[in-house]
């Protein structure tokens, strides 16, 4: 199902106006815009002999035909995006702030990634597969306008693909504000609400003591991997003093930096270094094992707050170049008061059932990008 779809998308590119008319070969009309779906026709008809009267095919292992609805489709090499997908879905109170602002961003032809992405999050419990792949080409088209790296059917990194999709939606921020004032309401960016948090770095001159302070906005942080470390460890390291060749006034030449969290999020993003280049310049995976937190304590200038883990992506294999993204997920049924460790396993479209507790210890090797939700915010049950 992912083998590497070749199109003729290089040479007939379709132009992404809503004023152009569909054409029926190559097209899929869908209210306001035209959507490209020349590698989903082909791929539609090769997932058909996998499935099954109810929808999906034998490869689905779910102990529930609902669990299975979950899943989305890989659309060639598309495992990084499918995965990333998944864990902003798990993400309730991020998936309802969009909701509620539906009337802003529907305003604005300009928002088509939120609108798109909206339509995935809709369409996720579907038991139409072609429907999905259609949504899911569509909205990897949108992303690829900026960011054209995602464009081709090859194998990308999912922590570049997040952040892609977090930075385009909050570059939205001032458009739709702009629109909701002249609705006479208001618009604030689930990205920013959620998931933005801010880290100060001071440096500091070794000859004078004279102190500089940088403020960085950020929606994830990556941290180096401390081998048999927990996560607490590796933020730890993160907020170590380090030496820094800087020329100060005083003439000094050596400088010291410690960063600092200044406000945390409601939800935190760690991104795992797990790639490194080797001194002839190729990827290398990093295949330290480290001990994955289920729950997770972090402080601020401004406060603490203790974190509990809700996603995790992870990447399979063993090469830098090449391997296979997978998401694990608190399950959308579990309730944040009466919590049931019942967590799913996003395999494209392939779910299964599993728990916190087994996450975490399974996925110790190949943990890639851990989501840490601020204990305290009342979660919301997706409609």
Not at 23 to 46: A, G, I
Not at 240 to 250: D, F, G, I, Q
Not at 368 to 376: A, E
């Amino acid at each position: 199902r992912r083998r590497q779809v070749a199109t003729s998308t290089e040479t007939s590119e379709v132009k992404r106006s809503s004023r152009d008319a569909p054409q029926e070969s190559s097209l899929f009309y869908h209210q306001d815009e035209v959507v490209p779906f020349v590698q989903v026709e082909e791929l539609y008809e090769e997932f058909k002999t996998l499935i099954t009267p109810d929808g999906f095919g034998d490869c689905v292992k779910a102990k529930t035909s609902t669990i299975s609805w979950f899943g989305f489709p890989n659309i060639g090499q598309t495992c990084y995006m499918n995965s990333s997908l998944q864990s902003l879905l798990t993400l309730e109170n991020f998936v309802k702030d969009f909701h509620c602002q539906k009337q802003v961003w529907c305003s604005a032809f300009d928002a088509q990634l939120i609108r798109k992405f909206m339509r995935i999050r809709d369409a996720r419990t579907s038991t139409d597969p072609y429907s999905k792949m259609c949504l899911l080409q569509s909205f990897k088209e949108e992303i690829s306008v900026k960011a054209p790296e995602f464009r081709r059917c090859e194998q990308n990194d999912a922590h570049e693909f997040l952040t892609s999709i977090l930075n385009q939606i909050w570059a939205l921020s001032p458009l739709l504000q702009d629109i909701a004032a002249y609705m006479g309401t208001g618009y604030t960016c689930p990205v920013e609400s959620n998931l933005v948090f801010r880290v100060e770095n001071i440096r500091t001159c070794k000859s004078c003591g004279t102190q500089s302070r940088r403020q960085e906005v950020l929606t994830n942080l990556s941290l180096d991997l401390v081998p048999g470390g927990c996560v607490e460890d590796m933020i730890q390291e993160y907020h170590k003093e380090t030496m820094l060749e800087y020329k100060c006034e005083c003439g000094g030449r050596t400088s010291c930096q410690k960063s600092y969290f200044k406000t945390l999020p409601k939800v935190l993003i760690l991104h795992m270094k797990r790639f490194c280049f080797t001194s002839s310049y190729k990827l290398r995976k990093v295949q330290d094992s480290i001990k994955l937190e289920r729950e997770l304590l972090v402080s601020s200038k401004e406060d603490d707050a203790c974190y509990s883990l809700v996603s995790v992506v992870s990447h399979l294999g063993n090469c830098g170049e090449a391997g296979h993204y997978i998401c694990d997920g608190v399950h959308p049924d579990d309730h944040p008061d009466e919590p049931s460790d019942h967590w799913l396993t996003f395999n494209d479209a392939e779910i299964s059932g599993t728990t916190g507790g087994s996450v975490c210890e399974q996925r110790k090797q190949t943990a890639y990008i851990l989501f840490y939700k601020r204990q305290g915010f009342r979660a919301y049950a997706l409609a």
